[in-house]
C-alpha cells in the first residue's frame, strides 16, 4: 500500500513535492491532504496532485497521513509537531530553526516517542549531515574536543527586513562579516532565514555550540554554505551553493524515495 502524505505549506517548495507526485517521482506515496494559510494556494495544489485542501490541523490528521511535511515557517512547527506527532504521523520539516529552542525539541522527540512516530530532518539547503554525525560520535566516544561552524554568504539584498541590513551593504563593493555568534543566536535574530544552520548544529555540536557566521557579498545571488565539523586527527567541510531555495524541496523529494527504497543511503 502507498504511504499517505501531507503537506503544510503550499508555495514554492510545497509544490515541487506535489509535482514530484504527480510526475511519478514518489511512486510509494500518495498526497491526501494539504494545508496552507492561503487556502486557494492549499486548493491549487490538491488540483494539481489530488488530496484534500484543508482548513485546520485537526481536518488534515482526519486523512490520516503517514507522514506529514512541513514548508511553511517555524510558527507553523511550534504549532503542529507535537500534536502531529502524538497521533503518530512522522514528521519531515524544513522549518528547523525551531528546534533552537531545547526544551521545544526535547517536547518534539517525546512527542515522538509517545506516537510512535519519526522527526525525519531532510538536508534542505545543505548536506552531509551524515558525516557530521559520524564525528561528532566518534569525539563524544573518545572524549575528543569538536568544533562545529556554518559560514554563509549570501547578496546584501536578501537580508533586507532583518536587524542585520544596513543600506551601505547595498553600495559597498568587499564582503563584509554582518553576524558572526552561535547558531542558537542566529535563529533569535534571523527566524526564517538560517535554518541550515540550526540543522548543521543537531547534527554536530548542537545549536549552543556550533558557530554561526554570515557573511554579505555584493552582487550575489543565492546562498553559499560551508560546514565544517573538526576534531584532533578528523576533518570534515561540506561546501554548497544553491541560487534559488529549489533544493530544499527537492531534499523532501530524496528523503521520501529514500525512505521507501529497498537500499538506503546514509
Known sequence: MKKRLAIIGCGFLGNIVAKACRDGLLEDYELVAAMS???????????????????????LLEEKP?????????????DMAVPV?????????????????RAFYEEVQAA????GAKVHIPSGAVGGFDVLQTISLMAHAEGAQLQAGIETR??????????????????EEADRQVFCGTA???????????NVAVATALASAGPEHTTARIVSVPGMAGDDHKLTVEMDGMKA????????ASIAG??????LRNLASPVVFY
Open 237 to 244: 567541510v561540506v561546501d554548497i551553493y544553491s541560487r534559488t
Open 66 to 78: 503517514d507522514y506529514v511535511l512541513e514548508m511553511a515557517s517555524v510558527q507553523s512547527i511550534r
Open 250 to 255: 527537492w531534499s523532501v523529494v530524496a528523503l
Open 154 to 171: 549570501k547578496g546584501p539584498a536578501s537580508l533586507q527586513n532583518t536587524s542585520l541590513y544596513e543600506d551601505a551593504l547595498m553600495t
Open 37 to 59: 494559510r492561503d487556502h486557494q494556494k492549499a486548493r491549487s495544489l490538491t488540483a494539481l496532485a489530488g488530496g484534500k485542501a484543508c482548513l485546520n490541523l485537526k481536518e
Open 112 to 115: 515522538a516517542r509517545e506516537g
Open 85 to 101: 506527532l502524538r497521533q503518530g504521523c512522522s514528521l519531515v520539516p524544513l522549518s528547523i530553526g525551531a528546534f533552537s529552542d
Open 184 to 194: 542558537q543566536e542566529a535563529i533569535a535574530l534571523l527566524p526564517t532565514k538560517v
